[in-house]
């Protein structure tokens, strides 16, 4: 926000304030800050004291990772000899030339409800680097220390939250999914005290810096610090009724990351067609944004508005999770109680994100055309670039049907039924035998069988979560006083419980062999509509060695065999605390080349035998084997 930090002023609140070593805070050395105004006088009356800072030196910060493939965009190489320049200036300890530190104030709906003023609590604006290629990019680091928003917080994070961040950054944009990126990730010695598990056990844990770059990070939020008092909680945004800047920030977004928008209305003297033009813009990248979520199992968990970028971008990895089973919702957040931001919500809740963009922009956007761009616009776009995906990955290359949705929600609803692993299952699609030739299924029925759920992890799945004399209470108190049992708990909450205990009884008559036999049948079914829908594809090529060749580049290109899932970052988390960095680097060279060549699946195939295939134990494949189920909601009929 650097460019618009003079005009926006104490509206925006961007104050400066240097960015520390983790476990301390300092003031800014840059030109202009008060601080620096203040030390144009040598001191004489502290002249005498001796400066040793052995605590410092003794507890130096320490380089996690460099991603190589972010820090390019900056023209920067990594390598072994860069790493201690690293840590120091990427931890917040030196001050990068011409870094001008800045925190952005913004406001946003949390969870439905108006928050009011927000802003960059944990994150700090380095500044903007202009590459030599004509790119700008802004830096930030994340958990460098208190700013002006950071409220009654301290602006730190952790270790675990930091790897988290800095490993799923770099894994979306690798998967093909726009996102900011991560290009450094420094720790210390240095603590902060937090609940992990919110239970009332804190514990310490180390402060971490995660450098982060984008073109921009101004959010959804950004535009709400204009808002009017709200009607439900009462809050406004601390610039209210400043419509000359919010005129100013829509100039500075538009002309700086939409200029072929900013171009086509040079010359016009009404901005509402240049602004409707933007807000359809971003509109469609949010759908397409999605949609992408949805086609890997990307469950972000806090999408409010202060999360949502107004380029596009995958914005802020708090809680998030990719699918093991495939379960549509599976919530990732445990703050979500209501499951708002559950998988199979999330574009309803992008497009009622943008609904709170358009009202924030009313009224250099009247709101009624912005709500009538909203209606036209992302459902069309979501449900076009979803299909478009989802049809590159069953590797329809050459003919579109009408009926290609109804296939892809069969298969869906296939996965649920049988507990079928969501990335492992289309990974596995991309070995269906096609051809003339119509080969036997039996060898690839033992391998996506495979990955549907055991009995036992069924039986896990679905085990009650209350006692049986707490259950017959709850629906007593549900009949009898619906107030008071307002107050303990929901309708929803007591109808998953009845769903596990049914099931679970289901489950207790029912053989490992009858759940395979009910697996194979669930899975025929759909398979022999896909084999159906194949041929047709393949019909529409001219050649069909061709069309073989297409189609399994285009299966390989668009399932990917490895994604983060939460066991992985654990297994890297867990290294690292005990001071081993090299399973984060691991796990970071991995996520780099997530899909397989046909070079590479060929091999594959002819190292391991169908029934290793979908689940194996060497170090090349573990990632992609099949991890416990947690607790996913799984369909037994």
């Known amino acids: 926000m650097a460019p618009l930090r003079c005009a926006l002023g104490a509206s925006l609140a961007a104050a400066l304030s240097v960015p520390s070593f983790p476990g301390r805070a300092r003031p800014s050395p840059a030109l202009g800050s ?21 605590a410092l030196r003794a507890l130096p910060p320490r380089l996690v990772a460099l991603s190589e493939p972010a820090l390019a965009l900056l023209g920067l190489r990594a390598g072994a000899e860069v790493e201690a320049e690293a840590a ?50 802004e830096l930030q680091l994340k958990g460098a220390g208190p700013t002006p928003f950071s409220r009654q917080a301290d602006g730190r994070k952790v270790l675990r939250s930091s790897i988290r961040e800095f490993l799923c950054s770099e894994a979306m944009f690798h998967l093909g999914i726009p996102t ?25 844990e180390k402060c971490t810096v995660v450098l982060r770059i984008a073109p921009t990070f101004i959010r959804f939020g950004s535009f709400e610090i204009f808002k009017p008092p709200d009607e439900h909680t009462g809050r406004a945004g601390p610039s209210v009724g400043r419509n000359d800047i919010r005129i100013q920030m829509l100039d500075y977004v538009i002309s700086s990351f939409y200029p072929e928008i900013q171009a086509v209305h040079a010359q016009d ?11 359809r813009e971003v509109t469609r ?24 970028s107004i380029l596009g971008l995958t914005i802020d990895y708090g809680p998030f999770g990719f699918l093991d089973r495939y379960d549509p919702n599976h919530v990732c957040n445990a703050s979500d109680n209501a499951g708002r931001y559950t998988y199979n919500k999330q574009p309803e809740v992008c497009k009622w994100n943008l609904q709170k963009l358009a009202e924030a922009l009313d009224p250099e ?3 009624a055309l912005g709500e009538a761009i909203l209606a036209e616009e992302f459902d069309m776009e979501f449900q076009r670039h979803y299909l478009q995906k989802m049809r590159r990955k069953l590797g329809l290359v050459k003919v579109q049907e009408e009926e290609d949705g109804a296939l892809v929600a069969k298969l ?30 039996e060898e690839f029925l033992t391998r996506l069988t495979s990955q549907c759920a055991s009995l036992e992890e069924l039986k896990l799945a679905f085990r009650p979560q209350m006692d049986p004399r707490q259950l017959s209470m709850m629906l007593m108190l549900a009949q009898s006083n619906p107030q008071l049992f307002a107050l303990i708990g929901t309708q929803a909450n007591l109808t998953k419980e009845l769903e596990r205990v049914e099931q679970q009884s289901r489950l207790e008559h029912l053989s490992p062999a009858e759940l395979h036999s009910k697996n194979t049948e669930c899975w025929v079914a759909w398979l022999q509509e896909y084999r159906a829908r194949l041929d047709k594809d393949m019909e529409g090529a001219s050649d069909t060695a061709a069309w073989q060749v297409e189609h399994t580049r285009t299966m390989y290109a668009n399932n990917p065999k490895y994604v983060l899932r939460n066991y992985i970052a654990q297994n890297a988390i867990e290294a690292a605390e005990n001071g081993d ?21 060929t091999k594959e195939l002819k190292a391991i035998g169908p029934e290793e295939a979908a689940v194996t134990t060497g170090d090349h494949h573990s990632y992609r084997s099949r991890p416990p189920l947690w607790a996913a909601e799984l369909c037994v009929t």
């Open 365 to 367: 956007l009247p709101l």
């Open 412 to 441: 869906l609803e296939t996965m649920h039924r049988t507990g079928a692993d969501f990335t492992n299952t289309f990974y596995e699609l991309s070995f269906f035998p096609t051809g003339p030739e119509k080969p036997s299924l």
């Open 285 to 308: 990248r949010t759908a397409r944004m999605v949609a992408e979520w949805q086609c890997v199992g990307f469950c972000h968990g806090v999408l409010n508005t202060d999360n949502m």
């Open 180 to 204: 900011t990126r991560a290009g450094a990730c420094v720790t210390s010695e240095s603590t902060v005290v937090r609940d992990v598990f919110y239970d009332g056990n804190p514990k310490y």
């Open 88 to 137: 120091l200036f990427f931890s917040g300890n030196a001050l990068l030339p011409g870094a001008e530190p800045a925190a952005h104030c913004y406001c946003g709906h949390q969870f439905g409800q108006f928050a009011g003023q927000l802003g960059d609590g944990a994150a700090m604006y380095l500044g903007e680097v202009c590459t030599a290629a004509g790119e700008r990019w």
């Open 581 to 601: 960095f090299s399973e984060v680097r691991h796990v970071l060279k991995l996520l780099e080349s997530p899909y397989h060549s046909e070079g590479e699946a």
């Open 34 to 54: 008060f601080w620096a105004a203040a030390m144009e006088t040598p001191p004489r009356w502290l002249a005498g004291l001796r400066f040793d800072n052995r």
């Open 269 to 279: 003297n009404n901005s509402v067609q240049r602004n409707a033009d933007f807000f």
